[in-house]
């Protein structure tokens, strides 16, 4: 167990965190918004990319801030473009060593995914990214909007040993057997409204839990960019989760971060 898990320190006079889930390459004045970040308490922010594009600029913001910021190389279901496959497989596998997980991946079964990429397409480009994430040992975070069993089955399928179900909002039976595989689930700020989320927080087990922001996504307040969230809006996962936990936000703080600190490799 790491020693600033465990002893609960505090910067800016709040907890330590790690958003696990930011698409840093969405948010426009980024040295404002990191600086706001580790005014709040991070430590750390994994940055997702979706597609070829996404990814570069993620490798390019996680270098600009070198152990803060860490990168993790997807292809996101709504971007799968047949002709483009190959040439995003590709790029992921060449800079995967800078990777710390692989992810925006997964699985999207509404109406105007599966308009562009067609159940099968999407299943076949995920069994080729988790070969890729099995195959140098990173953690897979995963997209499973009412595609929430088939996600897991191919998760299992494939061998992942790390997994993320991300802003989970599905059954509890496939929860419950998403926690049995031993993977995680990371908790949104739509824990404090979302009633499958809260849902599904409330039965993860603390060691499998992580928070996260999916910024700059808006929470149930409408469309204005002045509420576009923030990696700083991981405090609202922490508060959320507590609550629903019935813990501290001490404890809950200590635990997420060494979760994330274990899976991600974070130092």
Same mark, same amino acid.
């Given at each position: 167990?790491?020693?600033?898990?465990?002893?609960?320190?505090?910067?800016? &006079?709040?907890?330590? @965190?790690?958003?696990?889930?930011?698409?840093?390459?969405? $948010?426009?004045?980024? +040295? /404002?918004?990191?600086?706001?970040? #580790? /005014?709040?308490?991070?430590?750390? $922010? !994994?940055?997702?990319?979706?597609? !070829?594009?996404?990814?570069?600029?993620?490798? =390019?913001?996680?270098?600009?801030?070198?152990?803060?910021?860490?990168?993790?190389?997807?292809?996101?279901?709504?971007? $799968? #473009? =047949?002709?483009?496959?190959?040439?995003?497989?590709?790029?992921?596998?060449?800079?995967?060593?800078?990777?710390?997980?692989?992810?925006?991946?997964?699985?999207?079964?509404?109406?105007?995914?599966?308009?562009?990429?067609?159940?099968?397409?999407? #299943?076949?480009?995920?069994?080729?990214?988790f070969k890729?994430?099995?195959?140098?040992?990173?953690?897979?975070?995963?997209?499973?909007?009412?595609?929430?069993?088939?996600?897991?089955?191919?998760? $299992?399928?494939?061998?992942?040993? /790390?997994?993320?179900?991300?802003?989970?909002? &599905?059954? @509890?039976?496939?929860?419950? +057997?998403?926690?049995?595989? &031993?993977?995680?689930?990371?908790?949104?700020?739509?824990? =404090?409204?979302?009633?499958e989320h809260?849902?599904?927080? /409330?039965?993860?087990?603390?060691?499998? @839990?992580?928070?996260?922001?999916?910024?700059?996504?808006?929470?149930?307040?409408?469309?204005? =960019?002045?509420?576009?969230?923030?990696?700083? +809006?991981?405090v609202r996962?922490?508060?959320?989760?507590?609550?629903?936990?019935?813990?501290?936000?001490?404890?809950?703080?200590?635990?997420?971060?060494?979760?994330?600190?274990?899976?991600?490799?974070?130092?």
């Amino acid at each position: 167990m790491r020693k600033r898990a465990i002893t609960l320190l505090r910067r800016y &006079g709040m907890y330590q @965190l790690i958003d696990t889930h930011a698409h840093l390459d969405d $948010i426009a004045d980024l +040295d /404002k918004v990191i600086d706001e970040a #580790k /005014k709040a308490g991070l430590i750390a $922010i !994994i940055a997702l990319g979706i597609d !070829i594009a996404s990814n570069q600029k993620v490798l =390019e913001i996680a270098a600009q801030y070198k152990g803060f910021v860490y990168p993790a190389l997807g292809y996101y279901p709504g971007n $799968i #473009k =047949e002709a483009e496959i190959d040439a995003n497989l590709e790029f992921i596998k060449a800079n995967i060593v800078k990777a710390a997980a692989i992810g925006e991946v997964g699985l999207d079964y509404s109406k105007w995914v599966l308009a562009s990429a067609a159940k099968e397409l999407q #299943k076949r480009v995920l069994r080729e990214i988790f070969k890729i994430a099995k195959d140098n040992d990173k953690p897979a975070l995963i997209h499973s909007r009412y595609a929430w069993r088939d996600a897991l089955n191919m998760a $299992i399928e494939a061998h992942l040993e /790390k997994a993320v179900f991300h802003w989970y909002t &599905g059954p @509890l039976s496939v929860l419950r +057997d998403i926690i049995a595989q &031993g993977y995680y689930i990371s908790a949104t700020p739509a824990v =404090e409204y979302h009633e499958e989320h809260r849902q599904a927080i /409330k039965e993860t087990p603390l060691a499998q @839990l992580l928070l996260e922001t999916d910024c700059p996504v808006v929470y149930a307040r409408g469309r204005a =960019e002045e509420f576009k969230s923030r990696p700083a +809006d991981v405090v609202r996962s922490l508060k959320g989760a507590a609550e629903l936990k019935g813990g501290s936000e001490e404890e809950i703080a200590a635990a997420t971060t060494e979760n994330a600190e274990r899976l991600f490799g974070v130092k």
